[in-house]
Antibody, heavy 116, light 113 residues
Framework: QVQTVQSGGGLVRPGGSLRLSCVVS????????MSWVRQAPGRGLEWVSY????????DYADSVKGRFTISRDNAKNSLSLQMNSLRVDDTATYYC?????????WGQGTLVTVSS | DIVMTQSPDSLAVSLGERATINCKSS????????????IAWYQHRPGQPPKLLLS???TRDFGVPDRFSGSGSGTDFSLTISSLQAEDVAIYYC?????????FGQGTRLDIK
C-alpha cells in the first residue's frame, strides 16, 4: 500500500523561502513521475509542477516558474519543492502526488501560509 | 492555457438517485499516443486529499466503485454517479492533462437532497 508523508509547511513572511518534502513508502519512487498540486483557501486545485522519474524533465506553472524548484532523491524515495520569493498568493495547502497526467496516491497535504 | 469549465457549481441529489457533473474543455484534449481523451476526475472529501476516480475520461482507477462512470469526447465530458451514496458527498473536479499547465475545473459540490 502506498503511503505518502509530507512535511515542511508553515508560516513565512512575503519574500521568504520554504522547502516542502514528501517521503513515499510502499512503492519504488524511481518508477514514477511525481507532481505538486496546491489548493488556496476556498479555491480549487491548481497544478504546480512535475518531475520525470530520473529528474531530467521538469515543468512548472507560470505562477511559480523561476521561484519554485522541484527535485527528487530516488535513493531516499523522496520529493521536494523549494519555494523562494514567496508571495501572499502562494498561501495554500500543497499536495505531493504520484504521476503527472492522472494523479493518484496524494499526500495528506501541508499548509503554507505567506503573511506579514 | 486550456480552460476547464464544470457545471453545475453545486448539485443536490437524493440517496440512490443519479448525479451527473459536466465538464467542458476550451479545446480538444485527444492524446495522439493512444487516441484517448486526456481527462481525469477527482473526488475531494472534506479533510482528505483528493482521490483519483477516472483517467482517460472513462477508466476507473483501482478500487473505485462501478457506480462512478465517465463519458464524453471532443470537448464535452461527464461524470455520472449511478446511485448516490452518503459517502459520495464531496467536491468533484475534472482535469485535463493534454497540455501543461495541466488545468482543473472549478469544482462541483455534491450534497444529499
Amino acid at each position: 500500500q502506498v503511503q505518502t508523508v509530507q512535511s515542511g509547511g508553515g508560516l513565512v513572511r512575503p519574500g521568504g523561502s520554504l522547502r516542502l518534502s514528501c517521503v513515499v513508502s510502499g512503492v519504488t519512487l524511481r518508477d514514477f513521475y511525481m507532481s505538486w498540486v496546491r489548493q488556496a483557501p476556498g479555491r480549487g486545485l491548481e497544478w504546480v509542477s512535475y518531475i520525470s522519474p530520473t529528474g531530467d524533465t521538469v515543468d512548472y506553472a507560470d505562477s511559480v516558474k523561476g521561484r519554485f524548484t522541484i527535485s527528487r532523491d530516488n535513493a531516499k524515495n523522496s520529493l521536494s519543492l523549494q519555494m523562494n520569493s514567496l508571495r501572499v498568493d502562494d498561501t495554500a495547502t500543497y499536495y505531493c502526488t504520484r504521476g503527472h497526467w492522472a494523479l493518484d496516491s496524494w499526500g495528506q497535504g501541508t499548509l503554507v501560509t505567506v503573511s506579514s | 492555457d486550456i480552460v476547464m469549465t464544470q457545471s453545475p457549481d453545486s448539485l443536490a441529489v437524493s440517496l440512490g438517485e443519479r448525479a451527473t457533473i459536466n465538464c467542458k474543455s476550451s479545446q480538444a484534449v485527444l492524446h495522439s499516443s493512444n487516441n484517448r481523451d486526456s481527462i481525469a476526475w477527482y473526488q475531494h472529501r472534506p479533510g482528505q486529499p483528493p482521490k483519483l476516480l477516472l483517467s482517460w475520461a472513462s477508466t476507473r482507477d483501482f478500487g473505485v466503485p462501478d457506480r462512478f462512470s465517465g463519458s464524453g469526447s471532443g470537448t464535452d465530458f461527464s461524470l455520472t454517479i449511478s446511485s448516490l451514496q452518503a459517502e459520495d458527498v464531496a467536491i468533484y473536479y475534472c482535469q485535463q492533462y493534454y497540455l501543461t499547465p495541466y488545468t482543473f475545473g472549478q469544482g462541483t459540490r455534491l450534497d444529499i437532497k
